[in-house]
């Protein structure tokens, strides 16, 4: 089974419905239901997901949306080691870093994201939800 890590920003188009890009993230978090994708996220995506779906819906509806996406992924610790390596890196966007960081620290190869530009150093494959269902597949399911 593939194995990959997701930035915020899909999970985001997923949860908060955001087009045009749903349907990308809504193959890939369908995979994960289905057993065929193993799908990683940062601890640190939680916490920005709860923010920002707390201005969209009410508290108690962004809680139970959380609990049901956590269901479909598995959620990579956000280490002392991580925080050190983003902040001693040269990414612009902290955020980045961190998710960037998790997903090598944790052997994750490859890490989906919209922000390419973001990732431009990267040493593993980093492409968008469209590109890798293309590439994986996916689009027949």
Same mark, same amino acid.
């Given at each position: 089974m593939d194995a990959v890590f997701v930035d915020t920003d899909i999970i985001l188009d997923l949860l908060a419905k955001r087009e045009?890009?749903?349907i990308h993230a809504a193959? +890939?978090?369908s995979a994960a239901d289905k057993g065929t994708l193993k799908i990683n996220v940062s601890s640190l995506s939680f916490s920005n997901l709860n923010y920002i779906l707390s201005k969209q819906y009410n508290a108690d509806q962004a809680k139970k949306k959380l609990l049901k996406f956590k269901t479909l992924v598995s959620v990579l610790a956000v280490t002392d080691k991580i925080i050190d390596l983003s +902040?001693?890196?040269d990414f612009k966007d902290f955020e980045d870093g961190i998710q960037y960081f998790t997903a090598i620290e944790h052997a994750v190869k490859i890490l989906l994201t919209r922000n390419l530009k973001d990732y431009k150093s990267a040493e593993i494959p980093i492409m968008t939800a469209e590109q890798f269902i293309d590439q994986a597949?996916?689009?027949k399911e």
């Open positions: 045009p890009f749903y193959k +890939l978090f +902040l001693s890196s597949a996916l689009n």
